[in-house]
T-cell receptor, first 112, second 119 residues
């Protein structure tokens, strides 16, 4: 079953603008991960944030996690046309047999 | 590091034939691998968890006799779609979890996917 729910479902911005994507989830987690997928390709791991972390940076990416609200956001700063892709959040729930659960994804289009 | 490969990258087959997809962790050992399928413009749905040396664990609604999984070594898992039908056409993606002790984040590394088209 899908736990992560991203919003918006689709986002279109101009190159150079910032893109903010949100993810909400339902159960307790060990960590939350963001992935990118170009059309017809596999997933690329972007960033992982643990449940005891509130914010993490990686290059132009900034991820926040609010476990009290069970939500996370991914910010891509100074977007580029090459950032055009689908973005998924995935939660690693607590428990002995944890399995990543993916949200439905956000389609980001960056106009040159 | 942490590269996962899949072979083939795409395959077209006739209805009724079986297709085998390989998933390999190239530079790490993976006691656990996962198989997902993804329909166009949809998310990844976990099909099964592949455990080295033991039987795979299938998600609810996934036919184990239809989707045969073999995880014979620490670097290879295979998914065989038996008697494939057009409704099995999909994008199949595997992932592998690094078995190195101390990695508590359970980070998964994904293969590039296999596009299966059943005519």
């Amino acid at each position: 079953s899908q736990q992560g729910e991203e919003d918006p479902q689709a986002l279109s911005i101009q190159e150079g603008e910032n893109a903010t994507m949100n993810c909400s989830y339902k159960t307790s987690i060990n960590n939350l991960q963001w992935y990118r997928q170009n059309s017809g390709r596999g997933l690329v791991h972007l960033i992982l944030i643990r449940s005891n972390e509130r914010e993490k940076h990686s290059g132009r990416l900034r991820v926040t996690l609010d476990t009290s609200k069970k939500s996370s956001s991914l910010l891509i700063t100074a977007s580029r046309a090459a950032d055009t892709a689908s973005y998924f959040c995935a939660t690693d729930p607590t428990g002995a047999n944890s399995k990543l659960t993916f949200g439905k994804g956000i389609t980001l289009s960056v106009r040159p | 590091g942490a590269v996962v490969s899949q072979h083939p990258s795409w395959v077209i087959c006739k209805s009724g034939t079986s297709v085998k997809i390989e998933c390999r962790s190239l530079d790490f050992q993976a006691t656990t691998m996962f198989w997902y399928r993804q329909f166009p413009k949809q998310s990844l749905m976990l099909m099964a968890t592949s455990n080295e040396g033991s039987k795979a664990t299938y998600e609810q609604g996934v036919e184990k006799d239809k989707f045969l999984i073999n995880h014979a070594s620490l670097t290879l898992s295979t998914l065989t779609v038996t008697s494939a039908h057009p409704e099995d056409s999909s994008f199949y993606i595997c992932s592998a979890r690094d078995s190195t002790s101390g990695r508590m984040d359970h980070e998964q590394f994904f293969g590039p996917g296999t596009r299966l088209t059943v005519l």
